[in-house]
């Protein structure tokens, strides 16, 4: 394959605050950056890709989601159910793509690249900044000077 390249490129304006999730936010990132490259025109070629990256991408998305619900809960974040609902969605539909893939029907590689863009940058810009903005609500100045939160900071939640 040629020079790479990137559909979608990481700025600190998607960035959450916590490292883990902003390092799981760059990879599915580099996820749909790896789709986009293999985006060859040639429908068996693309299968073949397809086939072999899915269940991987559905495992990383399920543990990110995973990563911030936790976290949520934790901090008792008021929008936590609407959130998971959207998590909860998008799995679903990614599902959903999987399953019509596996079934046979017709599979458009730069389609579902397309909408993996569109709904992780949407997510990540709109619902992740909602609990980022709380986070940074209830978190304390640490001993290093950074931001953090910890037992003390949402013990009165």
Same mark, same amino acid.
């Given at each position: 394959?040629?020079? /790479?390249?990137?559909?979608?490129?990481?700025?600190?304006?998607?960035?959450?605050?916590?490292?883990?999730?902003?390092?799981? +936010? /760059?990879?599915?990132?580099?996820?749909?950056?790896?789709?986009?490259?293999?985006?060859?025109?040639?429908?068996?070629?693309?299968?073949?890709?397809?086939?072999?990256?899915?269940?991987?991408?559905?495992?990383?998305?399920?543990?990110?989601?995973?990563?911030?619900?936790?976290?949520? $809960?934790?901090?008792?974040?008021?929008?936590?159910?609407? +959130?998971? /609902?959207?998590?909860?969605?998008?799995?679903?539909?990614?599902?959903?793509?999987?399953?019509?893939?596996?079934?046979?029907?017709?599979?458009?590689?730069?389609?579902?690249?397309?909408?993996?863009?569109?709904? $992780?940058?949407?997510? $990540?810009?709109?619902?992740? /900044?909602?609990?980022?903005?709380?986070?940074?609500?209830?978190?304390?100045?640490?001993?290093?000077?950074?931001?953090?939160?910890?037992?003390?900071?949402?013990?009165?939640?």
């Amino acid at each position: 394959m040629g020079k /790479k390249s990137e559909l979608v490129s990481w700025s600190s304006t998607f960035s959450v605050g916590i490292k883990l999730v902003d390092d799981q +936010h /760059k990879g599915l990132l580099n996820l749909v950056n790896d789709m986009f490259n293999h985006v060859t025109g040639d429908a068996e070629e693309e299968r073949k890709y397809f086939k072999k990256v899915m269940d991987q991408a559905l495992q990383y998305v399920k543990v990110h989601f995973d990563t911030e619900e936790k976290i949520m $809960i934790h901090t008792h974040f008021p929008g936590y159910a609407e +959130h998971k /609902k959207a998590h909860d969605a998008f799995v679903l539909v990614v599902v959903d793509n999987v399953r019509s893939f596996e079934s046979g029907n017709k599979f458009v590689l730069e389609e579902f690249t397309m909408f993996l863009k569109e709904w $992780i940058l949407t997510h $990540i810009a709109i619902m992740d /900044k909602q609990y980022f903005s709380y986070f940074k609500k209830i978190a304390s100045r640490k001993a290093n000077g950074k931001l953090g939160i910890d037992m003390s900071d949402i013990a009165g939640l």
